[in-house]
C-alpha cells in the first residue's frame, strides 16, 4: 500500500470519528416553547371583562425541581379608578398535564408604577416552581389568573382551552406515583418549595442531557484521533 493511499485511509478514519461526535451531540434533548394566546374571561367587582393575551412559560434547572417563570406580553382587565404603585397583586396558576399531573402556583411583585384607570393591567412577570413527580414529557399550560387590589378580588379564566406553553422532558426519582406538583412563588417573585421538593431527585433535564452527551462525543472523537496518531507512528517505523 502506497504512503498516500495510507494517508487517506487514516483521515477517512478521523472525519468518521468526528462525524460520530457531532451525531451523539445532535441528539440531545430540548425543551420545546411557544407563546400561546390566552383568552381570558375575568370576573370583577363591577362585571365582567375579557382580554387576550400572549403568555410565554420559560423555564431554568433548579435543584431537584424546575423554576417557572410566566410572562404576558398584552395586559388583562382594568380598573374604574387609578390603582396606586404597590395597589395590585398578581399571581397564578400553571396547568401541569402529560406524563404528570397537578398545578404550579406562581406569583410575583405588586406593580412597580400607578396604572392608570380603565387601562389594560399590566401583569408582571410571575414565578414558582415545578418538582416533577413522574418521569416523560410533561406539558406546562397557562391556567386561572387571580389580580388582587384595593381589597377587591379579580378572576380570569381561560376560555379558549390554550395548548400548552412549554413542553418539557422530565425525570422523577424512582419513578414517582405522582400526586399535586410544585408550590407557589412568594409575594417578592421569588420560587417557594412544593410540598414533594424535599424529596432527593437527580438533577436531569435538557442540558443535564447535553453535557453527559457531549462529553460522551468528544471521547469517540480523541478515541478516533489517538488511533490515527498511533498507525501513523507504526507505518513511519516500519518504513524505517
Known amino acids: 500500500m502506497s504512503y498516500r493511499t495510507y494517508q487517506k485511509r487514516t483521515a ?3 472525519f468518521a470519528a468526528a462525524l460520530a461526535g457531532s451525531a451523539v451531540l445532535t441528539a440531545a434533548p430540548a425543551a420545546h416553547a411557544d407563546v400561546v394566546d390566552v383568552n381570558y374571561q375575568c370576573k370583577t367587582p363591577i362585571g ?3 382580554a387576550v393575551s400572549p403568555i410565554d412559560i420559560k423555564s431554568e434547572k433548579s435543584g431537584s425541581g424546575y423554576k417557572l417563570t410566566m410572562s404576558w406580553q398584552k395586559g388583562v382587565s ?5 390603582l396606586g404603585k404597590g395597589a395590585m397583586s398578581p399571581s397564578a396558576v400553571i396547568k401541569v398535564g402529560g406524563a404528570d399531573s397537578g398545578t404550579v402556583n406562581v406569583s410575583g411583585p405588586a406593580n412597580s408604577a400607578a396604572i392608570p384607570a380603565n387601562t389594560p393591567i ?9 418538582t416533577p413527580t413522574k418521569s416523560g414529557e410533561v406539558t406546562l399550560t397557562a391556567g ?5 387590589a384595593l381589597g377587591t378580588t379579580t378572576t380570569c379564566t381561560p376560555s379558549n382551552n390554550p395548548k400548552p406553553s412549554l413542553t418539557l422532558d422530565v425525570t422523577a426519582a424512582g419513578g414517582g406515583s405522582g400526586g399535586n406538583t410544585g408550590g407557589g412563588g412568594s409575594s417578592s417573585g421569588e420560587p417557594q418549595s412544593g410540598p414533594d421538593s424535599g424529596a432527593e431527585l437527580p438533577q436531569t433535564g435538557p442540558e443535564d442531557s447535553a453535557i453527559a452527551l457531549g462529553t460522551l462525543g468528544g471521547t469517540v472523537l480523541l478515541a478516533g484521533a489517538a488511533g490515527v496518531l498511533w498507525l ?3 507505518h513511519q517505523a516500519a518504513r524505517r
Open 232 to 234: 501513523t507512528r507504526r
Open 48 to 50: 365582567d371583562k375579557s
Open 78 to 82: 382594568s380598573s374604574p379608578v387609578e
Open 122 to 130: 399590566k401583569i408582571s412577570d410571575l414565578s414558582g416552581t415545578y
Open 144 to 148: 386561572v389568573l387571580t389580580i388582587k
Open 12 to 14: 477517512a478514519l478521523a
